[in-house]
């Protein structure tokens, strides 16, 4: 264990300037989304101005249509859609992940129906699949959470699959089968931890794509709903004043850009330490 942290350690130190920048870049969102409701003065939906005010000592970002300020809505539309973002991510993994290790280690009519069912779920397009199920379901951020979970999780589940594929065929994994360990013993224990460098970068990856999805849902009005702040809902809201000169609805864009640059920054860095790639 000592070992294993070291080397993990030595790898941090030796990371190219890209990762570190994303990691900064991770930590400060981090950061954002644990103490938004301490760095600022106002909370997320109270009026606080008039419409579209100018920036001021005030109000250093200006204010939304409605008055609220628009930096305590950018730091609150960070906690909450990271946030979202972050738990859809972790379900995605908890049911691709599993099935697809259920699938590769059991095998048989279990591998094939579970396969063709994925094959059925990915052939319709992500996002017009999502705002179905969002229209019937309804936009409650509990529904968002696990429809966008659901359509995902089927990535998960392909890549999981194959990588466990691979590893219940060897020999180690037929020995614990001789022993008489359960299925569950295979796939928690024999096989996902030989697989759980492809499932690292892949989260980040999946992170990034959930991420946008929400803003994107968010921008079109199905995702995380008023009154609570999103960086996509943001852009809409404030597009008109991209018109008049103003650069305040490009702020929660960059935002949403900036995130997703820096975790792949750190995706790519992961990639190259796990594959054992030199430069």
Not at 84 to 98: C, Q, S
Not at 180 to 205: D, H, K, Y
Not at 237 to 266: D, H, K, M, Q, Y
Request: hydrophobic share 55%.
């Amino acid at each position: 264990m000592l070992a294993e942290r070291r080397k993990i350690f030595l790898a941090l130190g030796d990371a190219p300037a890209s990762a570190k920048f994303g990691m900064i870049i991770v930590l400060v969102y981090v950061l954002i989304a644990l103490f938004a409701p301490l760095l600022t003065p106002f909370s997320q939906s109270e009026v606080v101005g008039g419409p579209y005010e100018a920036a001021s000592g005030a109000f250093l970002l200006g204010t939304d249509a409605l008055g609220r300020d628009f930096l305590t809505r950018t730091l609150y539309g960070i906690r909450n859609t990271v946030g979202i973002a972050l738990i859809t991510t972790v379900v995605t993994f908890v049911f691709g992940a599993f099935f697809g290790l259920l699938a590769a280690v059991r095998g048989g009519w279990v591998d094939q129906v579970l396969s063709r069912i994925v094959d059925v779920l990915m052939s319709i397009p992500a996002l017009i699949f999502k705002l179905l199920l969002l229209s019937i379901a309804g936009t409650a951020v509990i529904n968002l959470i696990l429809i966008v979970a659901f359509v995902d999780s089927t990535r998960v589940f392909r890549l999981s699959r194959a990588a466990a594929s691979d590893v219940a065929v060897m020999e180690f994994i037929e020995a614990a089968r001789l022993r008489g360990e359960t299925l569950m013993s295979l796939m928690l224990r024999e096989t996902l931890p030989n697989i759980m460098a492809p499932l690292a970068a892949e989260f980040g990856v999946r992170f990034s794509f959930v991420f946008l999805v929400i803003s994107s849902l968010s921008f079109l009005g199905i995702g995380i709903q008023p009154p609570a702040a999103d960086l996509g809902s943001m852009v809409r809201e404030n597009a008109a004043l991209i018109s008049f000169g103003r650069v305040t609805p490009l702020i929660p864009a960059f935002c949403i850009g900036l995130l997703t640059i820096g975790v792949n920054f750190i995706v790519d860095w992961l990639l190259h330490v796990t594959s054992g790639l030199k430069d």
